[in-house]
């Protein structure tokens, strides 16, 4: 294995940060962390995309990746609000404690 | 290629996976966000290194400019103690989650692995070459057969031999004598020579790198974006439109 970066040492790169964000979204109890792990998992997802874009010179990948970046971005948005809500009706951010819909 | 390809790879890639072990880990989550805003500059730099030039802009204006200053402000906002985090003691289903995490990771890297292999890779071409060539010879009855690699997983593929069209493409491609960009993007002329700055001029060599050297720049994008994605692209702009709607209505006190 050289030093030259080719096309598995970004795929496995881009494995590596997913796993450490689904690490996070299943371990991680505050809201807000959660929310910060599925933006790395999104962000792997993307740079496999982009990896095989440049793999096989096509540019529907970079398109891919433009899109699920406004998804990301429109996600963030209505998810925050969400934790904002959620803190004013429990004073706290673990999900553990959002139990509404379970009574 | 040379010897910074290799040097901002790694730097990248270390500070990428460095980065998402602290947000993981890191308690605080103003400190986990900037954390995270790291790792995205990472991950613009690798954008960098796979000639997705717009995209690694467009990653560092809207996660690290706009969704992490969100984040940022959120986090202000709410102005937690220590209690109103969520504890984070150590639980039994834990071990699950890195179990899980671990499996899908190798999962990735065992189906990434044989790409490492340049051997193995080499010798799988010629197979496939053998029996494409052996698909000419006898070509209704052989075909071209793709073996299912897990016996019993699903049925062996046994396809009707392919065209010889498509094998002289694929021919091409591996000459160099074309690429699979080729008549795929007619509304920009390719042969416009692209102004590289003086100072990023590194050689000619490198400036091609295998890829039309206008390959992810604003131009070609913009052009996909209007004429074969419009209608993802228009729907993006729907999808905004909702998202800024939802989040006013939810995070409202009341309506």
């Known amino acids: 294995m050289s030093w030259q970066p080719t096309l598995a040492h970004y795929l496995i790169l881009a494995a590596g940060t997913f796993s450490i964000g689904l690490i996070g979204v299943m371990v991680r109890r505050n809201a807000l962390i959660l929310f910060m792990c599925i933006e790395l998992m999104l962000n792997s997802v993307n740079l496999t995309f982009i990896t095989f874009s440049q793999y096989r010179v096509d540019l529907d990948?970079?398109?891919?990746?433009?899109?699920?970046?406004?998804?990301?971005?429109?996600?963030?948005?209505?998810?925050?609000?969400?934790?904002?809500?959620?803190?004013?009706q429990n004073r706290s951010v673990n999900v553990d404690e959002v139990t509404e819909l379970q009574q | 290629m040379g010897v910074w390809e290799p040097l901002f790879f790694w730097l990248f890639a270390v500070g990428a996976v460095a980065t998402s072990v602290g947000v993981l880990f890191i308690k605080n989550p103003l400190y986990a966000a900037l954390s995270l805003i790291g790792d995205f500059l990472c991950f613009a730099?690798?954008?960098?290194?796979?000639?997705?030039?717009?995209?690694?802009?467009?990653?560092?204006?809207?996660?690290?400019g706009a969704i992490m200053i969100l984040f940022v402000f959120i986090i202000m906002l709410l102005n937690l103690n220590e209690q109103e985090l969520g504890e984070r003691q150590f639980r039994l289903h834990h071990i699950l989650a890195y179990l899980t995490a671990g499996i899908v990771f190798a999962l990735a890297v065992s189906a990434i692995a044989p790409l490492v292999d340049q051997q193995?890779?080499?010798?799988?071409?010629?197979?496939?070459?053998?029996?494409?060539?052996?698909?000419d010879g006898d070509e209704a009855s052989?075909?071209?057969?793709?073996?299912?690699?897990?016996?019993?997983?699903?049925?062996?593929?046994?396809?009707?031999?392919?065209?010889r069209d498509f094998r002289a493409q694929i021919q091409s491609w591996e000459d160099g004598t074309a690429t699979p960009a080729d008549e795929k993007y007619r509304t920009y002329d390719p042969d416009r020579s692209f102004?590289?700055?003086?100072?990023?001029?590194?050689?000619?060599?490198?400036?091609?790198?295998?890829?039309?050297?206008?390959?992810?720049?604003?131009?070609?994008?913009?052009?996909?974006?209007?004429?074969?994605f419009v209608v993802p692209f228009e729907l993006i702009a729907v999808l905004l439109l909702a998202a800024i709607f939802g989040a006013v209505v939810i995070a409202k006190k009341r309506l």
């Open chain 2, 120 to 135: 193995q890779v080499a010798t799988e071409r010629q197979r496939v070459q053998q029996q494409a060539q052996n698909a």
């Open chain 1, 61 to 88: 990948g970079q398109i891919f990746g433009f899109i699920v970046m406004a998804v990301a971005a429109a996600e963030a948005a209505v998810g925050l609000a969400i934790v904002l809500h959620i803190f004013r």
């Open chain 2, 45 to 64: 730099g690798l954008y960098v290194l796979l000639s997705a030039h717009f995209l690694a802009v467009t990653q560092v204006l809207v996660y690290t």
């Open chain 2, 195 to 228: 102004e590289v700055p003086p100072v990023l001029r590194a050689s000619e060599a490198q400036a091609q790198g295998g890829t039309s050297s206008m390959f992810g720049t604003v131009e070609p994008i913009s052009i996909l974006l209007v004429n074969r």
């Open chain 2, 142 to 163: 052989e075909g071209f057969r793709v073996e299912s690699p897990v016996p019993g997983l699903y049925a062996a593929v046994n396809e009707p031999a392919i065209n």
